[in-house]
T-cell receptor, first 113, second 112 residues
């Protein structure tokens, strides 16, 4: 079945450092790919998405590119802030529609001054 | 903006109690979902619903049931709460999965 694998955390960075959180997936065809963010004590919020190969999703300085050849959707940000501290989830919806999101286990990011 | 509202942020219940978790969405979405979130396990789908009175089991339905009598409301029921059901419960809705989900703020349930 479909699955999503994320790098384990926590990831601890200094403010203004470069961020990469790795995400790879297993699915047939061309799933839609998502990154969600969960701030402490809150639900999940959609951060960005990409629906076809080579698409780049972007939002709030975060970016991720849909790489079909490596089945990856790595999250990047050029300069993190303390306010980016949260848990980040990679997720997919199967190609051909469908409504069930499959999530990775989440990666906690801690940004320190 | 779509809003998904979960009726309680925190709940404490006793073992054996019947527990109702309520979720309401305001954008006429067809699809609604219940997940539980546990450290190290990520999000696991309990039940989902594509339409009023329709429900389907997710990956971990045991010990849970759901009710969807109106399009905007999706209830999760713990028939007889147990300590291993202590968790964060997240409700979500979507018009179409490829657009992503909108989540509620979550209910942290503790069963003692």
């Amino acid at each position: 079945g479909d699955s999503v694998t994320q790098m384990e955390g926590p990831v601890t960075l200094s403010e203004e450092a470069f961020l990469t959180i790795n995400c790879t997936y297993t699915a047939t065809g061309y799933p839609s790919l998502f990154w969600y963010v969960q701030y402490p004590g809150e639900g999940l919020q959609l951060l960005l998405k990409a629906t076809k190969a080579d698409d780049k999703g972007s939002n709030k300085g975060f970016e991720a590119t849909y790489r079909k050849e490596t089945t990856s959707f790595h999250l990047e940000k050029g300069s993190v802030q303390v306010s980016d501290s949260a848990v980040y989830f990679c997720a997919l919806v199967p190609s051909g529609g469908g409504n069930k999101l499959t999530f990775g286990t989440g990666t906690q990011l801690k940004v320190e001054l | 903006d779509v809003k998904v509202t979960q009726s309680s942020r925190y709940l404490v219940k006793r073992t054996g109690e019947k527990v109702f978790l309520e979720c309401v969405q305001d954008m006429d979405h067809e699809n609604m979902f219940w997940y539980r979130q546990d450290p190290g396990l990520g999000l696991r789908l309990i039940y989902f619903s594509y339409d009023v009175k329709m429900k389907e089991k997710g990956d971990i339905p045991e010990g849970y049931s759901v009710s969807r009598e109106k399009k905007e409301r999706f209830s999760l029921i713990l028939e007889s709460a147990s300590t291993n059901q202590t968790s964060m419960y997240l409700c979500a809705s979507s018009e179409d999965g490829s657009y992503g989900y909108t989540f509620g703020s979550g209910t942290r349930l503790t069963v003692v």
